[in-house]
Every structure is written in structure tokens, then in C-alpha cells.
């Protein structure tokens, strides 16, 4: 059992937990709300013994594996497969100890734990997990160093899940997933056998995965049963509760305070009056659950609706390289009112497809027809790092109104949500939320007829996410989406493209049915996709995938040799003349380990043959 107790956590002078006590029962699956900056990684870091508590303590069975995910993203020349296997510390030592050892007593042992943990099924569940997460069995073959920041944060979450920790603590993971991959990692949390913690605003995962909401306001820790939606209705019931203690506690102060003015001078009444007075001290305030306001966001109107189509797309072909063009064969329609928004798996050229609506990437053949007077307003997460750190929202804003007055740029500033001294503070002491508002404000300023939002919500709470998808409706403009949040699709969108297969398709089911789609794909194939993860460049020319076959024959071809050379060694125990009399459990154990071996043997036998078939295939 997890046991908080008593907790008090400071950080930079600033009380974030607050004396609160909380119990989490093993096998529990908990999701963390909370506002952005109330202290929830903080927290995390306490548990995980990287920070020490100002007050009370965070107590664990003494057996438990804490994992959570690494600072750092994985970056070197070993293949995905072999940073998500060496995420077992166990098997991993275990399996370099086998290759050496001699004494047939722990040749058995270590044997016996391997079949244990289960550890020759390993491979096969580490590509599962990649897969899921976006991975083709050829990405997986590749070197870390060969993908971008993003993608191997996804291998350090690949890693994180694959070691099965008793104690799970994920910090908002969707942030680096697209909506397939969220979509499975929703699954796979709903199933984890062990004990889980996750930090997210992503209501649908809130609401599919965990059976327990652990909120933390102002400073307290309180735990619901239930998912998201249960928690708002008791939280609701509690801040009705709330207020009515509060206004009952009033009337009663109320009361006893005129009974006190009335008769403190009187003689006859001055130990009745004191005792009223004593019972005015006892009374603790109750602190009513207040909800913090959010800040809208609102999106300008176009100063004039277009004639529609606004953007006609005819049998396009777009890409970086007009030999293999990212995708081709687009015919698509936008109008202004539309709300659209794009599936597929990153790498399929979802951002390529934004990036010819925006214009700023020009078609190889086809057509693209936009109409006249058309304006874009484009938000992507990377523009975060172009913001000037050392400027403020108000020098942000100052910068596009040009010698407007100082009361205009102010209340535009206010009007995006950086009023008063929040429009002065630079833009490198802000959260990454503060950042989100302030760029989207930026983008749209001048009331454009379409917005493309590219994964707008990844540091907005779950409030402002909200706010967002009203923004999001109330805008009379067109909308496009690239966004992992399903709640922001389902609230807003009124169309779905796919983007997949190098073209652009509509798709007429809903989100549940996609997500069947999805999830069927990723359980059922652990490479759903042909295309590279790594980037939205087109597949690999066939000798570059005859280099990976080569990869997976030759690692087939290690297997095949370090279970041989295991088998081996149990053999030679197996026939030393006295072993089934003088110790026949050990015998029994040895056996068990060289038939869990054997059928190791099959299956690597197996991987080298289709992987040969394959290669050959690829040569002729």
C-alpha cells in the first residue's frame, strides 16, 4: 500500500501540499488532477525519494519497483528492441550471468527464475509495447539515435511499461503520443496488473483507465472512487454540501456574536456572555470549495465570410521531394463553417497535409484553389520555442498593434487572457499553458477565416481544455484539428479525415469505432504500419529494407546460438550420474528449464526462417 501521511511539501518558499494523508490500495489505477502548478510532479518526485518532505511521510512496501519515465529520451546506437528488453534489469542480468555460468546448482536457479518472470516471451511483449506505441518492426531494429526527441520519448515510455513496476507513475504521457497511440495506451492502463498513477488532463483516459480520481487543491490531497465523470458529480455534491455548512456556520456566528454585543455590559448576563464568546473561538471556519475561475479563450471573427469553398484541393501530390511525395492523390473540400479533424498515425503526413492548407508547402502536381482575401491563422506546439522568452504578452501584442495607445494594447492583451500585471511578467516565467494561451491568441489576432490547431491542448489543464472547445464552437470560422485529445474532437469536430496510406480519406464512423479499428490493428499486428515512425518521409527504398532483414537475421542467429549454448549447459547438469537421487527437485527444476529453453529455441528457429523468406522475397 502506498500511504501518504501527514504531508507537507515546499518548494521556492511556496506551500504546494499542505498536512494531507491519503491511502492507495495495490492494484489500483489512480489518475491525478489538478490545476497546472498546484504541485502534482512534485509529488511524484517525493514518492520517487528525489525530494525530501518539509512534514509527514510517503511510506511503500519494502519489495515494491517504482517506475516512472525517464527525464531523458534514450539516444544511442542500440536498437529500440534492446533499450525496451534492458528495461527488465532482472532478466537482463540474469541472462548475462547464464552466459557464464557453470555450476549446474545455479545454472538451475537462474533458469528456474527466468521461466518465472517469464522471461523468453520478453522479445515478443517488448515489440507489442513498440507497436502500440507507433513502432514498425522495422523502426524497431533501428538505433535510438536515429529518431527524433519526440520518438524516443515514446522508447523511454515503451521501456517504462515494459518493466512493469509495482508503483506506475506516468506525468501526462499523451503529450508525446498522437491519438493512435493514445488510444492504446488507454487500453493498456485499463489492464495494467499493478498499481498505477497518472497525471493527465485527457478526460477519455481519465475516464476509461483509472477507477480512482486523486485530486490536489489548495494544497490538499483527496481521493474519489470512480472515474472523471464520477468525481465531478461528487465534487459537485461536496461544494453544494460545503456551501450550506458555511452559510449554517455564518447564521450560528452571526447569533452568537449578537448575543455577546448585546449583553458583554450586563452584569446578570456577563458568564452567559462569556460563554458565548468561548464558543465563538471553538467555531473553525469552514473553508467553502471555491471554484478558480478559467480564463476564457476566444478566438476574433473574420471581418468578412468568404464565398465557399474557401480551400479546393484537386488530385494533389505534396511532399519534400517530388520523386516520393509524402502524399498524393488529395481531393478535399473546405468550407467555412467546417470542423475537421485528422486521424492517422504520426508519420502518415498529417502535418504535411496543414502544411499545404496553410501554404506553406506548394503542391508537386494537382491543384489547390483558395479563395480570395483567405486568411490562416496556423498553432503548432514547436512555436512555443519561437515566443521571446525575454518579452512580455503586452511586447508580444505591442509588436502587432504597431502606435496603437497604451489603453488598446493593454485590453487586447487582457482580451487573450494576460490582464493587468500577468500582461507584464516575460514570457520565460510562464507555464507552458500560460505559453499555449499566448501563442494561440497571437496566431489568431487578426481574425482569420480558418485556424489550424496542431496538438493545441498538450499544456492546457483540463479547465482550459474546456475552454478551448468552446472557443472552438463559438468561432464562425473553419476549424482544422491534429489533436490526441478525444474529448476535444468529440466536442468540436463534425468531420474526420484519415490521413494514411500516403492520401487522404473521409471517414464516416465515429471515434469509438476508430478506436476499435485502432486498437484491433496495433493487439492483433505488431506492425500495423509499413511506413517509418521516425519522420513523414516516404517508406525506405526496398534495399534499405532488405538492411533490416539483415538486422533480424543476424539477431535471430545470436538467439538460436545463446539458447543452444543454454541447452548445453543444462544437459551437461542433467547428466551428472547422481542428480535425480540426490537431488531430484533440482532435477525437476532443471528439466522444466531446458523445455522452457527448447521452445525458446523453436521460436528464435522460427523469427530466422520467415526473416529469411522475407530477405530472399526482397531480393528476386
Not at 32 to 57: P, Y
Not at 280 to 304: C, G, H, Y
Not at 332 to 355: E, F, M, P, Q, Y
Not at 360 to 370: E, N, Q
Amino acid at each position: 500500500m502506498l500511504s501518504i501521511t501527514d504531508l507537507s511539501i515546499r518548494l521556492a518558499g511556496r506551500l504546494l501540499i499542505d498536512q494531507s494523508s491519503v491511502q492507495i490500495t495495490p492494484g489500483s489505477r489512480v489518475g491525478m488532477v489538478g490545476r497546472n502548478g498546484t504541485g502534482k510532479s512534485t509529488l511524484f518526485k517525493v514518492i520517487r525519494g528525489e525530494l525530501a518532505a518539509e512534514h509527514g511521510s510517503v511510506t511503500l512496501p519494502p519489495r515494491w519497483r517504482v517506475g516512472s519515465l525517464a527525464q531523458e529520451a534514450p539516444n544511442g546506437p542500440e536498437s529500440l528492441i534492446s533499450v525496451v528488453l534492458k528495461a527488465d534489469l532482472e532478466r537482463d542480468a540474469l541472462l548475462a550471468e547464464a552466459e557464464c555460468a557453470a555450476d549446474p546448482h545455479r545454472i538451475a536457479e537462474i533458469q528456474t527464475r527466468l521461466v518465472d518472470i517469464d522471461a523468453h516471451s520478453a522479445p515478443s511483449r517488448a515489440a507489442a509495447i513498440l507497436s502500440g506505441l507507433g513502432f514498425s518492426a522495422a523502426d524497431q531494429l533501428r538505433p535510438c539515435a536515429e529518431f527524433s526527441g519526440g520518438w524516443r520519448m515514446r522508447v523511454a515510455l515503451a521501456a517504462t511499461l515494459f518493466a512493469a513496476p509495482d508503483l506506475l507513475l506516468l506525468d501526462e504521457p499523451t503529450n508525446y503520443l498522437d491519438l493512435e497511440g493514445t488510444l492504446w495506451l488507454e487500453d493498456h492502463l485499463a489492464h495494467y496488473p499493478r498499481t498505477v498513477i497518472v497525471i493527465s488532463h485527457d478526460r477519455d483516459l481519465l475516464e476509461s483507465s483509472v477507477d480512482q480520481i486523486l485530486h490536489l487543491e489548495r494544497g490538499k490531497l483527496t481521493l474519489y472512487k470512480g472515474t472523471y465523470s464520477s468525481f465531478e458529480e461528487q465534487r459537485a455534491a461536496r461544494e453544494m454540501l460545503d456551501a450550506k455548512q458555511v452559510k449554517r456556520q455564518e447564521a450560528e456566528r452571526a447569533r452568537l456574536q449578537a448575543f455577546v454585543d448585546r449583553f458583554k455590559a450586563k452584569a446578570s448576563k456577563a458568564r452567559q456572555a462569556q460563554s458565548r464568546v468561548k464558543m465563538l473561538e471553538r467555531l473553525k471556519p469552514i473553508t467553502a470549495l471555491v471554484t478558480q475561475d478559467v480564463r476564457e479563450i476566444s478566438f476574433p471573427a473574420p471581418e468578412k465570410i468568404l464565398s465557399p469553398p474557401i480551400i479546393a484541393v484537386d488530385n494533389a501530390a505534396v511532399g519534400y521531394d517530388p520523386a516520393t511525395p509524402v502524399l498524393g492523390r488529395v481531393t478535399l473540400r473546405i468550407d467555412n463553417d467546417d470542423r475537421i479533424a485528422l486521424l492517422g498515425s504520426n508519420g502518415n503526413g498529417k502535418s504535411t497535409l496543414v502544411k499545404l492548407l496553410a501554404g506553406r508547402l506548394a503542391p508537386f502536381s494537382g491543384k489547390v484553389t483558395r479563395a480570395d482575401k483567405l486568411s490562416i491563422a496556423y498553432f503548432a506546439q514547436h512555436q512555443l520555442d519561437e515566443l521571446n522568452e525575454d518579452a512580455s504578452a503586452y511586447d508580444h501584442v505591442r509588436k502587432l498593434m504597431g502606435d496603437a495607445p497604451e489603453a488598446k494594447v493593454r485590453a487586447r492583451a487582457g482580451a487573450i487572457g494576460f490582464s493587468g500585471k500577468a500582461a507584464d511578467t516575460r514570457v520565460g516565467k510562464l507555464s507552458g499553458g500560460e505559453k499555449a494561451r499566448l501563442l494561440l491568441g497571437l496566431a489568431t489576432f487578426f481574425g482569420p477565416n480558418m485556424i489550424i490547431l496542431d496538438e493545441p491542448t498538450n499544456h492546457l489543464d483540463i479547465d482550459s481544455r474546456a475552454a478551448l472547445a468552446e472557443a472552438i464552437n463559438e468561432f464562425p470560422g473553419a476549424v482544422i484539428m491534429v489533436s490526441h485529445d478525444r474529448y476535444l474532437i468529440e466536442a468540436c469536430a463534425d468531420r474526420l479525415w484519415i490521413v494514411a496510406d500516403r492520401t487522404v480519406t473521409n471517414y464516416d464512423g465515429d471515434l469509438d469505432e476508430y478506436r476499435r479499428l485502432v486498437l484491433s490493428a496495433r493487439n492483433g499486428d505488431p506492425a500495423p504500419r509499413e511506413r517509418s515512425a521516425a519522420s513523414e518521409k516516404p517508406q525506405r527504398p526496398r534495399s534499405d529494407n532488405r538492411g533490416s532483414l539483415k538486422k533480424r537475421i543476424a539477431e535471430a542467429e545470436a538467439e538460436v546460438a545463446r539458447v543452444s549454448e543454454i541447452i548445453t549447459k543444462i544437459d551437461t547438469a542433467l547428466a551428472l550420474p547422481d542428480i535425480f537421487t540426490r537431488d531430484p527437485k533440482q532435477a525437476a527444476q532443471l528439466s522444466k528449464a531446458r523445455a522452457n529453453a527448447a521452445d525458446a529455441l523453436a521460436r528464435a528457429e522460427e523469427q530466422w526462417l520467415e526473416a529469411s523468406t522475407q530477405f530472399d522475397e526482397a531480393a528476386g
